[in-house]
């Protein structure tokens, strides 16, 4: 075994979001160890200004040899980790506190979680319904957001293989589902496309839904850790209308250009 991963999961019981307006807000984890052969572990924080996209890091707990392993912490005692923050005014909305452990193993190798490029597991890792190798915390308001959506689908794709009646895809309608994750405000979405890259692209053989990441952050909405069924990343921003709750989200396969707009109304 050369590396590690443990298993983070937020105390559910606690408050799922940092309130600015609430430094006495409390919000907790525990981390177990998912995998390896290690003799300790660090647990750390990382956080993510979303304004400089600057990344700062701080330890929690050097040294564990004991898993699982639990934590609570006030907003304010999260804020006193980092010396660049005095109050919750340093906050940004949208900021991000990621947690995440460092593990020295019993042959010497020290395996980093998490650094300035972000979290430092594959993708097999990082989606795995078996264990969760970091969560995060945002800055955020409370989200409620998740349920069924009529899905209407507008886009283009750059690939040369869809027919002139399916490229440009206009109005191409399904059923798009948003399901709550333990982090407040992030949400699987049930087909990241709303069904568009199968409908172009199942003459290479795609079938069936492709599920994504988005996030809600005060009504503002983007797509997060998502990976198209061809490895392009998926990025994208949007809102929810807060009087009807219909949710539009425009997004992008990064690396050669589809672009679509959903609009999600709630059923």
């Not at 609570?72 to 909305?93: H, K, Q, R, Y």
């Not at 886009?155 to 399916?166: F, H, I, K």
């Not at 250009?257 to 059923?267: A, E, I, R």
């Amino acid at each position: 075994m050369k590396s590690a991963v443990p298993d983070f999961k937020l105390d559910l019981t606690l408050d799922g979001f940092i309130d600015k307006a609430n430094p006495a807000g409390e919000f907790g984890f525990s981390m177990d160890l998912a995998d390896g052969d290690v003799t300790s572990a660090d647990v750390k924080v990382a956080y993510v200004n979303v304004v400089t996209k600057a990344t700062s890091f701080a330890t929690i707990e050097a040294g564990l040899t004991e898993f699982p392993y639990n934590k609570s912490l006030t907003v304010a005692g999260i804020i006193g980790l980092f010396p660049d923050l005095e109050t919750t005014d340093d906050l940004n909305t949208g900021d991000e506190f990621i947690f995440y452990a460092d593990f020295k193993l019993r042959n010497g190798t020290v395996v980093i979680g998490y650094d300035e490029s972000g979290p430092n597991y594959s993708d097999d890792v990082r989606t795995s319904p078996l264990y969760t190798p970091f969560v995060g915390i945002s800055v955020a308001c409370a989200s409620n957001i998740d349920g069924v959506y009529d899905c209407v689908a507008n886009g283009t794709s750059t690939d040369p293989g869809p027919s002139p009646s399916e490229n440009p895809a206009v109005n191409f309608t399904s059923t798009i589902t948003l399901t709550p994750t333990e982090a407040n405000g992030v949400y699987t979405i049930s087909d990241f496309s709303g069904g568009l890259f199968t409908f172009w692209y199942d003459i290479y053989g795609l079938a069936g839904d492709y599920p994504g990441t988005i996030k809600d952050v005060c009504g503002d909405i983007s797509y997060t850790a998502t990976t198209g069924p061809f490895g392009s990343p998926i990025s994208g921003t949007g809102s929810v209308d807060e009087s009807t709750g219909v949710i539009t989200l425009t997004g992008l396969a990064d690396d050669w250009g589809d672009t679509w707009t959903l609009v999600l109304t709630p059923q």
